[in-house]
């Protein structure tokens, strides 16, 4: 299976709520990276978090770390209809430079 | 600064003809990446130069792929002869040559193949 396998695969909620994406992972990483891609266009970078980080803030988005569960979440307060895009979680492990992509999560926010 | 670039948007061709692939990367970044993302399977790495070097071709499927980065530059990934297989998004990305645990890749927006 993936390196990174995201949870849930589709989430659908109302502007202003909150969504929160969920990624495990399998192997020990160097770090951990979120990444949108809205429909049609390229994947955008949302945010980078160390091993050695717990969290991290950007704006409306918080990233959670847990080493010791191989997880991180992605959180996005306040959501807007524009936050609509596909979300992904991905891996780097060791000085290797090449990404792993997890499968995504869809996320929907109506208006 | 402009971003990485791709080029064609979309490109439609018959199985077992030719296609080129060109990703023009972010001027100064010495990391260049290839991806794809095939049949609604996850994205996948293909290839890593720095500068015109090819540093890891791990993730290239077959000998049907030549990628290429003359002089550093850009780089075109050749698809001789196409697969239906090999329908999907091909994406490029680059980075700034920095150590890796920093190394952020900042990807353009694809090029979508269709082999018919």
């Known amino acids: 299976s993936q390196q990174g396998e995201e949870d849930p695969q589709a989430l659908s909620i109302q502007e202003g709520e909150n969504a929160t994406m969920n990624c495990s992972y399998k192997?020990?990483?160097?770090?951990l990276q979120w990444y949108r891609q809205n429909s049609g266009r390229g994947l955008v970078h949302l945010i980078l978090i160390r091993s050695n980080e717990r969290e991290k803030h950007s704006g409306r988005l918080r990233v959670t770390l847990d080493t010791s569960k191989k997880s991180s979440s992605l959180l996005i307060t306040a959501s807007r209809a524009a936050d609509t895009a596909s979300y992904f979680c991905v891996t780097k492990d060791g000085s290797a430079r090449q990404l792993t992509f997890g499968s995504g999560t869809q996320l929907t926010v109506l208006p | 600064e402009a971003g990485v670039t791709q080029f064609p948007s979309h490109s439609v061709i018959e199985k077992g003809q030719t296609v080129t692939l060109r990703c023009d990367p972010i001027?100064?970044?010495?990391?260049l990446y290839w991806y794809r993302r095939v049949m609604g399977k996850e994205i996948k790495f293909l290839l890593h130069f720095v500068k015109e070097s090819k540093q890891d071709e791990s993730g290239m499927p077959n000998n049907r792929f030549l990628a290429e980065r003359t002089g550093g530059t850009y780089s075109t990934l050749k698809v001789q002869p196409a697969e239906l297989e090999d329908s999907g998004v091909y994406f490029c990305?680059?980075?700034?040559?920095?150590?890796?645990?920093?190394?952020?890749?900042?990807f353009g927006p694809g090029t979508r193949l269709t082999v018919l």
């Open positions: 192997t020990s990483i160097n770090n």
């Open positions: 001027s100064g970044h010495d990391n």
């Open positions: 990305a680059s980075s700034l040559l920095t150590r890796a645990v920093e190394d952020t890749q900042y």
